[in-house]
Structures are given as structure tokens and as C-alpha cells.
């Protein structure tokens, strides 16, 4: 849902200066806009108790564009790398930390059908890693 600002938070541009008329005014804008966009989130974790394991990712996602919000609870250093429409998105490597990243996925990439989508930490990419499957 969208808000609309009330009045006195809109800041009125200036009048337009008399001499020259082909200056237009600056259309009035809100404060503190928030982000325009709200994708799905899909919130993936390594627990602490487990530090080496991804946890919350579903087995499918239609194909679309989410916020990947990736919680990292453990001492190891560990990130979230999955492709995306434009290439492969990751975050940065922590401990302790958490990363959100937007992400289109899409059943094709370069022109060919691959629905089966990997994803890795890069630090321990033979052991944390998993498949989503993308669907139409």
C-alpha cells in the first residue's frame, strides 16, 4: 500500500523566476520517501548451532524477482551466492552478520532452459550448498 503524504510534509518548489520563463518548476517532493519496491523475502540462515548449513530456502520459487536476506548466527565466515538474471549475486563473507541482496531469477539463462538453480557459500562451496528449482 502506498501513503500519501498529508500536506505539511510536501515541500512546495520555488516560484518561477520572471525572466525566464523556460525554467519549469521543480515537481513538489515527499520526505523520507521509502523504497519504492517490495519484493518477496526469502530469509535464509546458518544457525549457530549448526554453523555449517543453509536453513529456510525453499525447494521451488516461481520465477520473479525477491530479496534474498541472508542471517549469518555463527562464528564462521560464511556468505550467500546464487545466479541471477544479470550473473551471480553474493553477499560479502562475515561472521555475525546479516545481508539482504534483490535478485531476478529466471527458468532460462543465456537463451537455455536450466530451472535448477545452485547455491553456495564460497568458503565452503563442497559441503554448503543447495539446489532451488525455478519455476514458470
Known sequence: ???????????QSPPLPLNNARQLPSPPRRLATPAAT???????TTP???PYTFTGMPATLKAGTYT?????NSDVGHNFKIRGAGGF???PVCSKCT??????????VNGVLAPNRLYVCEPHASSMKGTVKITA
Open 68 to 72: 534474498f536476506k541472508y542471517i549469518n
Open 1 to 11: 500500500a502506498h501513503s500519501v503524504a498529508s500536506t505539511d510534509e510536501v515541500v
Open 48 to 50: 549457530s548451532s549448526d
Open 38 to 44: 517490495n519484493y518477496p523475502t526469502i530469509t535464509i
Open 89 to 91: 549475486r553474493k553477499t
Open 99 to 108: 545481508y539482504s541482496m534483490t535478485v531476478t531469477l529466471k527458468r532460462y
